[in-house]
């Protein structure tokens, strides 16, 4: 990989895979279970808010590097 910006840009989108991810989660409220016992959903929230704010800083850092020649 000869750009940074590449992998800040691959990282941002697989953060905001994960955002959604837990977003529909949010939404569809399954239950889920761990060890037997149900899982509350505002770890959900709070790991929403943490990928969509990574997400969100990944792609503002593509936005301020200039692409490096070779």
Known sequence: MKSPIIGLR????VY?????AQLG???????????????????SVLAFLLLAVLSVW???LTLSQ???RS
């Open 25 to 43: 989660r949010m939404i569809i409220r399954p239950e889920v279970l761990v060890n037997g016992y149900p899982m509350p959903l505002w770890p």
């Open 58 to 60: 990944m792609w503002s």
């Open 10 to 13: 691959v990282a941002g989108t």
């Open 66 to 68: 200039k692409p490096q």
């Open 16 to 20: 905001a895979l994960m955002a959604l």
